[in-house]
């Protein structure tokens, strides 16, 4: 078998823009469930707001890229406060409820035949992202080392994700060291505590959905430039799924967890594809058992068996603690 395609895909996807994206969503369902115990299934909906948002002010509506991105975290801000007022002081299984309604809404809404004209329904937007990709530096065919090497595009969208990723990160580990990440921590672990000593709870967990749903703005918007598309059926609940097997597989209220999840995940993902098909291709798995029409799916099996083990041996993650995951339960 080809082992050098075998771990040069796999290396390649788990640094890449899929990775980017996907620990950017996992990152914010972090803030929101790891660190204040907001059970978000709509996390697509943000990442939907953050992609449109710079495909419809560019593709129509002509205005900036950068224009764009703001307006994308624009719209990220407004779907959290309409998702937060009525639920927030709720249980927080309504919470989940809603969000999984609202993230099937948004995507049902951009397809839909009456918005065509401004969201380009089940086809999507293109072309809105030459001015990302006209400030890159780099000019040659391919970047990178060893088995990690990309193609110009992947590189630069890499590099942005990558960074955007980092100063997530940054701003994480800063908020959850300051007393606003000792009250939030301490909403996930009792809230009627938090609130008997004076504090506005209900503030506090609107302010960490807002700053989760950024994060998975930004997620999308990485998401869009690295495919130069937005198509509505991308955006589904599977999005919102895969960034909460991420989160559990890196670990939940771990600053780094998420990365290292998303860098597990897909480049697990990747292997698992390659391997089979070169198992398959090579005489190692008979045709009757298995063909590639169906690696796509037996690969999925296999994560998703990798997951039910972790979760009976280690429910709290690689990082995660296991008193936290208690408390939590509770």
């Given at each position: 078998?080809?082992?050098?395609?075998?771990?040069?895909?796999?290396?390649?996807?788990?640094?890449?823009?899929?990775?980017?994206y996907?620990?950017?969503?996992?990152?914010g369902?972090?803030?929101?469930?790891?660190?204040?115990?907001?059970?978000?299934?709509?996390?697509a909906?943000?990442?939907?707001a953050?992609?449109?948002?710079?495909?419809?002010?560019?593709?129509?509506f002509?205005?900036?890229?950068?224009?764009g991105?703001?307006?994308?975290?624009?719209?990220?801000?407004?779907?959290?406060?309409?998702?937060?007022?009525?639920?927030?002081?709720?249980?927080?299984?309504?919470?989940?409820?809603?969000?999984i309604?609202?993230?099937?809404i948004?995507?049902?809404?951009?397809?839909?035949?009456?918005?065509?004209?401004?969201?380009?329904?089940?086809?999507?937007?293109?072309?809105?992202?030459?001015?990302?990709?006209?400030?890159?530096?780099?000019?040659?065919?391919?970047?990178?080392?060893?088995?990690?090497?990309?193609?110009r595009?992947?590189?630069?969208?890499?590099?942005?994700?990558?960074?955007?990723?980092?100063?997530?990160?940054?701003?994480?580990?800063l908020?959850?060291r300051?007393?606003?990440?000792?009250i939030?921590?301490?909403?996930?672990?009792?809230?009627?505590?938090?609130?008997?000593?004076?504090?506005?709870?209900?503030?506090?967990?609107?302010?960490s959905?807002?700053?989760?749903?950024?994060?998975?703005?930004?997620?999308?918007?990485?998401f869009a430039v690295?495919?130069?598309?937005?198509?509505?059926?991308?955006?589904?609940?599977?999005?919102t799924?895969?960034?909460?097997?991420?989160?559990?597989?890196?670990?939940?209220?771990?600053?780094?967890g998420?990365?290292?999840?998303?860098?597990?995940?897909?480049?697990a993902?990747?292997?698992?594809?390659?391997?089979?098909?070169?198992?398959?291709?090579?005489?190692?798995?008979?045709?009757?058992?298995?063909?590639?029409?169906?690696?796509?799916?037996?690969?999925?099996?296999?994560?998703?068996?990798?997951?039910?083990?972790?979760?009976?041996?280690?429910?709290?993650g690689?990082f995660?603690?296991?008193?936290?995951?208690?408390?939590?339960?509770?």
């Open positions: 078998m080809d082992w050098d395609s075998i771990f040069r895909n796999g290396g390649q996807a788990a640094f890449g823009p899929v990775a980017c996907t620990a950017l969503a996992a990152i369902l972090n803030m929101q469930f790891g660190y204040t115990g907001l059970l978000n299934f709509g996390q909906a943000f990442a939907a953050g992609a449109y948002g710079i495909a419809v002010a560019v593709t129509t002509g205005l900036s890229f950068w224009l991105v703001f307006l994308g975290m624009l719209a990220a801000v407004l779907l959290a406060l309409i998702l937060g007022f009525p639920t927030l002081r709720l249980r927080a299984d309504y919470l989940a409820i809603v969000t309604a609202a993230s099937e948004v995507r049902l809404t951009v397809r839909s035949v009456r918005f065509t004209p401004t969201f380009g329904g089940t086809d999507g937007l293109q072309g809105f992202t030459n001015r990302f990709y006209e400030i890159s530096p780099l000019h040659g065919a391919q970047y990178g080392f060893w088995i990690f090497r990309y193609s595009d992947d590189a630069w969208v890499s590099i942005i994700g990558w960074t955007v990723v980092a100063l997530c990160c940054l701003i994480t580990f908020l959850i300051s007393p606003w990440g000792r939030v921590k301490g909403i996930r672990e009792d809230e009627d505590a938090v609130r008997s000593l004076g504090k506005n709870t209900y503030w506090y967990k609107m302010q959905l807002i700053l989760g749903g950024l994060f998975g703005a930004f997620s999308g918007m990485v690295s495919k130069h598309s937005v198509n509505p059926d991308d955006y589904a609940t599977k999005f799924f895969t960034a909460l097997a991420v989160l559990i597989l890196g670990g939940t209220a771990r600053v780094l998420p990365v290292v999840g998303a860098i597990i995940f897909t480049g993902l990747q292997f698992i594809d390659v391997f089979t098909r070169e198992a398959i291709s090579h005489g190692y798995l008979p045709s009757w058992l298995i063909d590639d029409s169906k690696v796509a799916i037996v690969r999925l099996v296999f994560v998703g068996v990798a997951l039910v083990l972790l979760m009976i041996f280690r429910p709290q690689i995660g603690d296991k008193r936290e995951a208690l408390i939590r339960d509770r």
